[in-house]
């Protein structure tokens, strides 16, 4: 049980140079998320699915776009990358639990620059 | 709209001293769900603990305690007899219910070092 996996791990690209991001999860989790995590500013929630085929916008979503092909994994493309989107990447899963109140399980991070 | 707040942007201590780690939200939601989540510098998040927001009794895990107050809007967090392995980024954070999570909110995380 690998319970939630990122790939890369480590990233450096061009500005205008596009990348995605694999995030996979073996916990059978409904919900799927993608955070970025900036110096002194907590994790930010980038986007998020509910379900496989269903995605939708969180707090910081310009310039990212997302899919959710199968319900294992959850991936983040940068169509054009820009020096603002230097940060560390955290992908995230959690059950249907019939509220809110389930805690998210976090992947390891994905450190990316853009120079 | 939901916020945490967590006013300590960082704290140094000497092993084996307590430490108090705070945590304010704020929300116009009834029903309410707080977590702590610990970020050691391999970075990883690790869960530690989730309250809902109607069970105030405070928790204690080994060295680690809870203290949950509706009416101060805190939930804050205890290491008793801190040691160096506690150093790491410790992250509040609120989730509203009905809204699947999406609005799991972050604090900005407090980063605790414990010194030998």
């Known amino acids: 049980n690998a319970g939630v996996t990122q790939t890369p791990k480590f990233r450096v690209l061009k500005t205008g140079q596009s990348m995605t991001l694999l995030c996979a999860q073996d916990m059978n989790h409904e919900y799927m998320y993608w955070y970025r995590q900036d110096p002194g500013m907590g994790l930010r929630l980038i986007h998020y699915s509910v379900g496989e085929g269903t995605t939708a916008k969180g707090e910081v979503p310009d310039g990212y776009n997302v899919s959710r092909l199968k319900k294992q994994n959850f991936l983040l493309g940068l169509e054009s990358a820009a020096p603002s989107q230097t940060s560390v990447y955290f992908c995230?899963?959690?059950?249907?639990?019939?509220?809110?109140?389930?805690?998210?399980?976090f992947g390891p991070g994905t450190r990316l620059t853009v120079t | 709209a939901q916020k945490v707040t967590q006013a300590q942007t960082e704290i140094s201590v000497v092993e084996k001293e307590d430490v108090t780690l705070d945590c304010v939200y704020e929300?116009?939601?009834?029903?309410?769900?707080l977590f702590w989540y610990k970020q050691p510098p391999s970075g990883e998040l690790v869960f530690l603990i989730r309250?809902?927001?109607?069970?105030?009794q405070n928790e204690i895990s080994g060295r680690y305690s809870w203290n949950f107050q509706k009416s101060t809007s805190s939930f804050n967090f205890t290491i008793t007899a801190s040691q160096v392995v506690d150093s790491a980024v410790y992250f509040c954070a609120l989730s509203e219910a009905d809204n699947y999570g999406q609005n799991f909110v972050f604090g900005p995380g407090t980063r605790l070092s414990v010194l030998p």
């Open positions: 995230a899963s959690r059950r249907t639990s019939g509220d809110s109140g389930g805690e998210q399980y």
């Open positions: 309250r809902n927001s109607f069970d105030e």
């Open positions: 929300t116009r939601d009834t029903t309410y769900y």
